[in-house]
């Protein structure tokens, strides 16, 4: 459709806005409609990081689906609301999608790149990561020259979290929250517990950083991760 709007999907980072890209900032102050996620009981992280740059002339579109472990009862969700903003493409209205960190990483923009891509003209603008934004809040490189560097969902099965981080020379665990006893239990026995580091809300006003035998695994949040950076030391 020559005459229908373009869908953007805006990395926005991990939570300051300061580390918003140039490009976002201009994409999002021009867009005709900003969608962002937006669970039921709380203000969106998303639409929260670009709030300055938002205006009276645009739609907001907030995007309501649960944010569950498993991914397949999300997905009706998903269809009705790739539908619902494909009808603000089809009337030739460019739509900004506001993802937290990087659209393509681990981002829900992909399950309305995936649905929508193949309708409408589609660009995604990366963001900076909750994994490079912890390392640096922590001062720890990740991996060094030809070292082996694994990305691992905090809530894959344990064991194969087990397999992932004993065949990894650098890791960094993702969304723990109550995940995190078991994890550090696993850490412990491969005897990365001394190595690891956590921190919780990257960037954010509420940003916490503990060694882990300090971690209070009952209050750890979603937004939360481990870097188990390389042992490798420079010369």
Known sequence: MSDAGVLYGIGVGPGDPELLTLKAVRLVQAADVVAFPAAEDRRSIARGIVAAY????????????????SSNPAQRFYDAAAEE????LEAGRNVAVLCEGDPLLYGTFMYFYTRLAPRFRCEIVPGISSITAGAAAL???I????????VI????????????????????ILKVGRRFGAIRDVL????LVERARYIERATTSDERTLPLHEV?????PYFSMIVVPSAWTPE
């Open 54 to 69: 938002l205006h009276e002339g645009q739609v907001e579109v907030p995007l309501r689906f649960p944010l569950a472990e």
């Open 85 to 88: 903003l494909a009808v603000h």
């Open 139 to 141: 001062g720890v490189p």
């Open 143 to 150: 991996s060094y020259r030809n070292d082996v560097f694994a």
């Open 153 to 172: 969902p905090a809530t894959m099965p344990i064991e194969a979290l087990r397999t992932r981080l004993r065949d990894a020379d650098a890791a960094v």
């Open 188 to 191: 412990r026995e491969l005897g």
């Open 216 to 220: 209070d695994a009952s209050t750890v």
